[in-house]
Structures are given as structure tokens and as C-alpha cells.
């Protein structure tokens, strides 16, 4: 069974950049969200396997969708997204609950190898 993915983006390239990555790859989208808050609300429709979140978007951040999303359920997977590769970004994202970290532009390997080890 295909691995279920829920990819979160304020920006429509970046969702579909990843959904083409993830989709080639034998993974199945099964939602997109543009904020944090419609991530929340559609991970807990959907509940998928695995999320990736966008650090800086409108209406509520991801690092807070993170947060909200492990207190709905602490083994949830995670992986950050971002253009900024601020350390201190990504050690909060870490802390957060986040499995991992890619940078944008995606690299379809790095995608791909985070995305393997977030879901074992």
C-alpha cells in the first residue's frame, strides 16, 4: 500500500514540485493545505503517513501546525520545508517534532531520502 502524503505549501509550485517528486515514486498525495491551519484541518481528515510543512506561511506558521498536529497525535511524521536554511529554524522545527529538514529548491534525492527515513 502506497504511502499516504500530505503536502503543505503556501506557494502552488512548491506543493507541486514535491507532489511530482513523491508521486513518481510510488507515494500518494492524498491532500494539499496552503496554511497551517488548513494543514491541521486536513491532517485530521485525513490523517496521512507522512506531512511535509513549509516553515513560513500565512494564517499560522509550521512550526506551530507542527506542534498542534503532535498534540493530536505524538507519533505523527513530519518533514520541514524551507528557503531559509537558518539554523535556528531548523533546530526549532527539530524540537518541534519534525523527523527532518529539506531545503528548497528540492532536491528530488534529498526529498526522497528524508522521506525514507521519516517513514522507515
Known amino acids: 500500500m502506497a504511502t499516504k502524503v ?3 505549501d503556501d506557494a502552488a509550485f512548491m506543493r507541486m514540485m514535491i ?6 515514486n510510488g507515494y500518494e498525495i492524498v491532500g494539499e493545505a496552503e496554511n497551517g491551519l488548513k494543514a491541521v484541518e486536513k491532517w485530521q481528515e485525513l490523517h496521512p503517513d507522512l ?13 506551530t501546525a507542527v506542534k498542534e498536529i503532535k498534540k493530536l497525535d505524538p507519533n505523527a511524521k513530519v518533514i520541514m520545508c524551507s528557503a531559509m536554511g537558518q539554523q535556528a529554524m531548523v533546530i526549532e522545527a527539530i524540537q518541534s517534532g519534525a523527523r527532518d529538514f529539506i531545503v528548497k529548491p528540492f532536491q ?5 531520502e528524508a522521506v525514507r527515513k521519516a517513514i522507515g
Open 6 to 8: 500530505l503536502v503543505v
Open 19 to 24: 507532489k511530482d517528486i513523491l508521486s513518481k
Open 51 to 63: 506531512t511535509t510543512m513549509d516553515i513560513t506561511m500565512p494564517e499560522m506558521d509550521g512550526i
Open 108 to 112: 528530488p534525492d534529498r526529498v526522497l
